[in-house]
Nanobody, 123 residues
Framework: VQLQASGGGLVQPGGSLRLSCTKSGGSFSRNSVAWFRQTPGRDRSFVAAMRWINSPANYADSVKGRFTISRDNAGNTVDLQMNNLKPGDTGVYYC?????????????????WGQGTLVTVSS
């Protein structure tokens, strides 16, 4: 499984970005998907996750009400819509998948990881 995250960039505080995660060789059908982020010198931290079944997503408290994780109908792309961005949202964002039905915030719960995309929130 190869995952690719894209959509990062430089944005001013209060702005928005939409990240996308795609999976080589197929769709995210029957995969749970998560987004994590990491800044230099710090551990990777949970942002959001969703199961492949129709159930509520899980969000880190710091992003609730601002970020939304979603997938397209075909299950080929999982997006992270980020609104009202803050400087503290800066980091490299990674998508990850698991064949388990999970929205766990633990890094170890996710088995496949893609290369990240850099998000910089700065004026």
């Amino acid at each position: 499984v190869q995952l690719q995250a894209s959509g990062g960039g430089l944005v001013q505080p209060g702005g928005s970005l939409r990240l996308s995660c795609t999976k080589s060789g197929g769709s995210f059908s029957r995969n749970s998907v998560a987004w994590f982020r990491q800044t230099p010198g710090r551990d990777r931290s949970f942002v959001a996750a969703m199961r492949w079944i129709n159930s509520p997503a899980n969000y880190a408290d710091s992003v609730k009400g601002r970020f939304t994780i979603s997938r397209d109908n075909a299950g080929n792309t999982v997006d992270l819509q980020m609104n009202n961005l803050k400087p503290g949202d800066t980091g490299v964002y990674y998508c990850a998948t698991s064949i388990s039905s999970t929205t766990s915030p633990r890094v170890t719960s996710w088995t496949s990881w893609g290369q990240g995309t850099l998000v910089t929130v700065s004026s």
